[in-house]
């Protein structure tokens, strides 16, 4: 191997590690964290449609947000048996 070659060789080892423990990380950091915004923003926006609607179906929204999932106990009993069987 010639000089050429071996300071090539390290130069790329060295450009790999500082990617595997500077550049990727921060990637992966920032995508939990997107991920996390986009659920959170998505959570809001549905509490926020649900109370502006004044619906009252169940939603993900009124199980975090405590408000009253229905009125009609009485559909939703009725809806839960067409789901899950008759017990």
Not at 7 to 31: D, T
Not at 69 to 84: G, I, N, S, Y
Request: glycine share 8%; net charge negative.
């Amino acid at each position: 191997m010639n000089a050429m070659s071996t300071f090539l060789e390290s130069l790329l080892f060295a450009v790999a590690c500082v990617l595997g423990w500077a550049v990727f990380p921060i990637f992966i950091i920032a995508g939990g964290l997107a991920l996390f915004l986009y659920a959170l923003i998505a959570e809001i926006t549905l509490s926020l449609a649900h109370a502006l609607s004044g619906a009252t179906a169940l939603s993900g929204a009124t199980v975090l947000s405590g408000a009253e999932a229905t009125e009609d106990q009485a559909a939703a009993r009725k809806a839960a048996h067409r789901l899950c069987g008759t017990p």
